[in-house]
Nanobody, 123 residues
Framework: QVQLVESGGGLVQAGASLRLSCAAS????????MGWFRQAPGKEREFVAA????????DYADSVTGRFAISRDNAKDTVYLKMNSLKPEDTAIYYC????????????????WGQGTQVTVSS
């Protein structure tokens, strides 16, 4: 089992920045591609960003490219999502996810999920 514990969500004003953290435990962290997804009320869960096992490759949804940055610190078994220039439409529950080996953008491609952390952006 892989356990993922998220932190860093909160209520911020439009244009502000926020950094989410996801601490992993239970398995070898470098075996896993890590991803961030989000789900707004009444909407399906959608892909936000992903990072490969050693950070060589990064992938972003079109809606966040240029504003968000995913990174990982394998010495700390932690993945981060730095969010800049936040917009009200970024409001959602943000989930950390992990999949062994190569990752994909599909929700169904990930094996383990965190509990989610709420991000609310006011206008």
């Amino acid at each position: 089992q892989v356990q993922l514990v998220e932190s860093g969500g909160g209520l911020v004003q439009a244009g502000a920045s926020l950094r989410l953290s996801c601490a992993a435990s239970g398995r070898t962290f470098t075996d896993y591609t890590m991803g961030w997804f989000r789900q707004a009320p009444g909407k399906e869960r959608e892909f936000v960003a992903a990072i490969s096992r050693f950070g060589a490759s990064r992938d972003y949804a079109d809606s966040v490219t240029g504003r968000f940055a995913i990174s990982r610190d394998n010495a700390k078994d932690t993945v981060y999502l730095k969010m800049n220039s936040l917009k009200p439409e970024d409001t959602a529950i943000y989930y950390c996810a992990a999949v062994r080996g190569r990752g994909v953008q599909s929700v169904n491609g990930y094996e383990y999920w965190g509990q989610g952390t709420q991000v609310t952006v006011s206008s």
